[in-house]
């Protein structure tokens, strides 16, 4: 787990909208004909108002942060939230915060 590669994934908010939706998938996307048990498919995130191609984009952004796992069947792609990386992920986050230590800043190569 990369808690920057996480933090970077969350600052936009339709991938924090997507993680969101995620959480309750049965309330957001209740149109789906595939059994929601194999997670959400690609094309129900078109919701969200972005191309089909930009959605993909935060998808693998979310993916590669390991917030997601996907699984293909045929030609659909099915999105489910990682819980134990977003578990794992919030409570270093919050022994972060807590303990008050610091750690060095990310340098930006240009």
Known sequence: MNTDDILKALAHPARLQILLWLREPELHFSSQ?????????ASQFERCGL???TVSSHLAVLQRAGLVTSQRLGQWIFYRRNEATIAAFLAELSSL???????????RSE
Request: hydrophobic letters at 20%; aromatic letters at 0%; glycine letters at 8%.
């Open 33 to 41: 004909t595939h059994p929601l048990d194999l997670g959400v498919c």
């Open 51 to 53: 191309s089909q191609s």
């Open 97 to 107: 915060l807590e303990s008050g230590e610091s750690r060095p800043l990310p340098t």
